[in-house]
Structures are given as C-alpha cells and as structure tokens.
C-alpha cells in the first residue's frame, strides 16, 4: 500500500479560509483589519520570490501589507530605526524582515529589535523563551515548525505518546519543533528524540520513529529501509538538484527519498507541496493573532 499525502497545498487552502473569515470579523468589529510589513534588503533572488509571495498572500487575505524595500547598503543603524519605527506604528501588527541581511547587518541586532509582540516570524529569543516555557506563555511559534505540527495534527496522526524523530538541529526548525512535540498538552506529548551530524548510528533512530522529521538539508538522506512501516514522514528538505531545461526552473528534491519511502510510510508530505506552503501560511496565522491581540488592547 502507498502511503496517504499530506499535502501542504491543499490544508494551506483550508487554513486560509479560515483567516480569511477572521479578517472579515475583525474588520466588522474593529474597523480595520491585520496590518504586516515585509521588509526586503537587497535583492537576493530567492528572498525576492518568497516576499513577493507573502505580500501576495497577505494582500488576498485583505490586510494591510507594506512591501518596504531598501537598498543592500543600507546601514544597521537605519535598518534599526525603521524596525522601531514599525514598532511604534499602531497599524502595523507584524514585522518581517526577510534573512540573509547582508553581511555588514548583525542579524542578531535586528531581530532582538523587533518588539516581540510584532515578532510575527517567532525569531525573538523572548518569543523562543516562552515557546520553551510552553502552555499559556506560547505567543508566536517560529512559522515552519508550527507548519510541520500543524500537518501532523490534520493529518490525524496520533502525537501522545509517539516516539518522534527529528533530523537535524537548526535554530528555525530542528531545536524548535523537539520542543513543541514535547510539551504537555494537544499536537504534543511526544517522546521526542533530536538526532544530527554527529549522533551514531541515524538509522537505528530513524528506525523507532512513529513520526519522522527530517530537516537537514541533504537530499536522499533518510533511506527507506530507516522507516517505520505505517509511520508519519515529515520532509523539511528543500533541495535544489537540478534545473529544468524546459522552464529554467529549479528541480526540488526533499531529504527523503520519497518514491521509495511511500511504500513504506503511513503518511508521508512531498516536495515541493508539503513544509513549503505552511510556512507562509502560519505567518498569516501569527499575523491575524497579533491583530486580535493589539486591536483587542487598544486604548
Ligand atoms: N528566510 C528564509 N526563511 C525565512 C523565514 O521564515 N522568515 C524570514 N524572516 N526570513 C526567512
């Protein structure tokens, strides 16, 4: 049997019909809907096509989106000041400030200066710290993580008390999404195991996982006989192999071999059109919350 596809595209579709039901409901109650800022140093390619498509689906859903475009020189200090001038901007409900910055930016420096209650990328170590701490203290999750919890729980996989397996121990996905599965309450209540570059023998952990994440940026590195039969896989990976010579476009590979994991998986997210689409659908979820949060305490 093949495993069932749990498609980022298609829950992407549900979930921002939701939003969007949300947008029209604070609009009615508060006048004005969720404002966010995208801002965009240079012009890195890849950074361009993933803010052209955050505006984009920001404008669909009907918020106020500024698109704030500076130069690659920009200095840190006015970077700094445009960050505070957005905090202090009672429209403005999100700030995202795309990475890579150039290497002259701290990006460190600029993403401690985002007000964490702006912070709708879920970056700010004060926004990490109450993530960790759990339960009522969660504000914004950082967007692909909260994604990746998002499919396993619409999917319908069982998370209490499953052994989960996490591949790789990056800031933005690997570290955060160990720590949510192990929380105490829905989606969670894993037993969780973060395996990397230099834990011993990947396979064997591989091999116990009911759900398995895998984001380490290698494609093809979860072989098929490392998965547990009827387990959930979970392909961070976006890999870029090759390019198409017809389109001129990227071919996109995930970490996991998935033609042949399918036959072994329960449940499996392809690439592209798994992680990928939650991604930005989450920041439109931490945005619309942020809104509900500031208009809701408005003097
Ligand atoms: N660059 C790549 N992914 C992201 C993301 O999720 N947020 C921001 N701000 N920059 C990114």
Known sequence: MSAEIISGTQMRKEILAELEREVVEMKEKYGKGPGLVTILVGENPASISYVTLKVKTALNLGFHEIQDNQAEDISEEDLLALIEKYNNDPDIHGILVQLPLPKHINEDAVITAISPDKDVDGFHPVNLGKMVIGGDQVRYLPCTPAGIQEMIVRSGTETSGAEVVVVGRSNIVGKPISVMMGQKGPGANSTVTMVHTRTQDLASHCKRADILIVAAGVP?????????????????????????EETGKAILSGDVDYEEARKVAGKITPVPGGVGPMTITMLMKNTVKSAWWHLGNAK
């Not at 093809?220 to 198409?244: F, H, M, S, Y």
């Open 220 to 244: 093809g590195l979860v072989k098929p006989e490392w998965i547990k039969k009827g387990a959930t896989v979970i392909d961070v990976g976006v890999n870029r192999v090759g390019v198409n």
